[in-house]
């Protein structure tokens, strides 16, 4: 079966991305979400194996709904995505419980490698 991935970003074109490199290596992208809250609600409903999660979201920023993602399930998988020169906030969504990190624009090798090492 599939490794089943949950995108979540508020940009639309990062998340076609983001699938077109998951899809074209054999993973299954179960659902895609905007926003923080929204990520949190898509993670009750669909149990995925692994979230990618956008830093810097409206309504809810990535590093929050990492922390309620991780109070509903501490096994949560979830690999952040930032832009250049958010070296801090990576820092802080490690803190709270980030398996890895990936720096936008997205290099398709280096987010397959980010997710493999994360599933194992």
Known sequence: M???????????????????????????????????????E???DLQPDLITMDITMPEMDGITALKE???LDSNAKV???????????????IQAGAKDFIVKP???DRVIEAIKKTLG
Do not use: H
């Open 2 to 40: 599939a490794n089943r991935i949950l995108i979540v970003d508020d940009a639309a074109f990062m998340r076609m991305m983001i699938r077109d490199i998951l899809t074209k290596n054999g993973y299954e992208v179960v659902g895609e979400a905007q926003d923080g809250a929204q990520a949190i």
């Open 42 to 44: 898509k993670y009750k």
């Open 69 to 71: 993602i991780r109070k």
């Open 79 to 93: 690999i952040m995505c930032s832009a250049m020169g958010q070296q801090a906030m990576v820092i802080d969504a």
């Open 106 to 108: 997205f290099q398709a």
